[in-house]
């Protein structure tokens, strides 16, 4: 056989074994039952045909939640421009919540209100707290027969001057994200090795879940051991559910104006028996990250 052929062979198969081992199953308004037993697989999955229901996907538009909430005050991000391209975590040190009228922030989002030096990011705001008005135009999901820990919202955008991106980072928790307008990229790997994420362990705030790379800028000199290939690639339209496993790291960019919802709940003991995968990443993360998680409750639970 030619080298050519056998090259070619080889990478015929490389694109095979991604192909099957990066795809996402899409579920059709799942019985929780169905629901269930796919989140035993530990892998993310897509759901169709419910939040569309939602009076939220249907009603939403910028004029009505004006209309309803224009005048709440809202936390939002605010963060260095460069943020997300140089990814130097001295952004932290810039980073702040600043509260802004609803309305305000529309004007960020249109490009009506300019900063040379900060972008803005409606991100994780406590959905409930802050928007009590709109939480009659959803159904809150019962695959897990609880209530969530925390509901959050997020309206994003991307136009000339700003997108908005969250930096790669894992969550401890069964993450339902809704889309319910526009469209957003998720980059998701699985928590195969911690370390091989390059974590932010020297830093004594809490940033042991987030990862120091940015997907986005393939650097394999300074991140040699970062699973490049092993990534899972979906843009998630307006009525779409992205159910996300514990540990799994994600990276998300607006690729339109976008509003999402994300219900939180935390795992349960069953859960490192049942769900795959979930004892093992657990063993991984946890020395590492477990330590100054107790830290923060116990301060918190002092103050
Ligand atoms: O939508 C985003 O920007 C980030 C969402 C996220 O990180 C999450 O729900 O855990």
Known sequence: MSQHLTHLILITEVFLMQSTTNSIIRLYKPTKQEFLSQVKQGKPFLINGVADQWNAYKNWSNDYLVNVCGDNLVPVETY????????????????????????KYLDVVNGNYNDDNYSYYMAQVDFPKYFPELVKDIVYPEYFQKKPKVTYLFFGFSNQKSTSTSYLHFDEVHN??????????????????????????????????????NPDKANMESFPNFPWQDKIEIILEAGDILYLP?????????????????????????????????????????????????????KKSLT
């Open 176 to 213: 339902i994200f809704v889309q319910i307008r526009g469209q957003k990229r998720f980059l998701l790997y699985p928590p195969s090795n911690y370390l091989s994420f390059y974590p932010f362990l020297e830093d004594n705030r809490q940033t042991s879940t987030m990862s120091k790379v």
């Open 80 to 103: 260095a421009k460069n943020f997300s391209q140089n990814y130097n975590y001295a952004c932290l040190d810039n980073y702040h919540r600043k509260p802004m009228p609803f309305k």
């Open 246 to 298: 514990p540990f799994w790291w994600h990276h998300v960019t607006s690729v339109s104006e976008n509003i999402s919802l994300t219900f939180w709940y935390p795992p349960s003991v069953k859960d490192f028996f049942t769900q795959t995968g979930f004892f093992s990443s657990f063993c991984q993360m946890a020395p590492h990250v477990l330590p100054r998680m107790l830290t923060s409750e116990l």
